[in-house]
């Protein structure tokens, strides 16, 4: 599979047209940039693409011979997927699988992560299915020292446990007398005198 980029300029025109063959996403800018750079090309939002066809479709109508920018795109890289809401990349994929030469997709991203906002839990569920199949693969390294910390208390909050608490770098347990959960719920509604001490708790542990 040719992953260069395809050159269709005029030797006569100034103007170089080049369209790239591998589209690089990611559903945030930060994300995509951090993205673009690592691979030494030009990130994009998911809904950049989508924006730039949209664009394109209202040009083609004023000039029937205009060219979508990612026309060649073969393969579809999506970094941070668990961000990605699966109608977002269903639109996506629909636009690509009918206006350019889409022949591969890869998906990255941690399927422990928080889902997207939006429903469907489409990272999770691509990866369950493609690993029976054997085109998923789970790093388990953890090569950020700084950050294993996090994942060690994010998996024990999953598992229901108390996390660890690093006093180097001013985490710490603040233990409240608000009671017992029945007492300080009171049929799902608080109270002002409750709603009053969550924000004395909450001032005391942000100003610690």
């Known amino acids: 599979m040719d992953e260069k980029d395809v050159d269709v300029s005029n030797p006569a025109s100034p103007n170089r047209m080049i ?21 030494g090309k030009d990130g994009f939002t998911l809904h950049q693409v989508t924006f730039s066809f949209m664009m394109y479709c209202k040009m083609r109508k004023k000039n029937p011979e205009a060219e979508w ?22 639109s996506l994929f629909k636009m690509l699988m009918r206006e350019a030469c889409l022949r591969r997709i890869v998906l990255l991203g941690d399927v422990r992560q928080l889902p997207s906002i939006e429903p469907g839990n489409f990272l999770s569920d691509m990866f369950a299915g493609l690993q029976n ?13 700084e950050s294993q910390l996090i994942i ?9 446990r108390s996390p660890t608490f690093d006093p180097k770098r001013n985490f710490k347990l603040h233990r409240t007398d608000v009671g017992a959960s029945d007492e300080f ?3 799902g509604r608080f109270t002002k005198l409750k709603v009053n001490k969550l924000l004395e708790v909450y001032l005391k542990i942000t100003q610690c």
């Open 19 to 39: 369209y790239p063959r591998i589209l690089y996403t990611a559903p945030t800018g930060k994300a995509a940039n951090i993205l673009g750079k690592r691979a």
């Open 69 to 90: 920018k990612f026309k060649y795109i073969n393969t579809l890289v999506v970094d941070e997927c668990s961000l990605v809401a699966i109608t977002t990349f269903h």
């Open 133 to 145: 199949l054997g085109c998923a693969v789970e790093l388990r390294t953890n090569h950020r020292s």
């Open 152 to 160: 060690d208390n994010a998996t024990k909050i999953s598992q229901q």
């Open 185 to 187: 719920l009171n049929n």
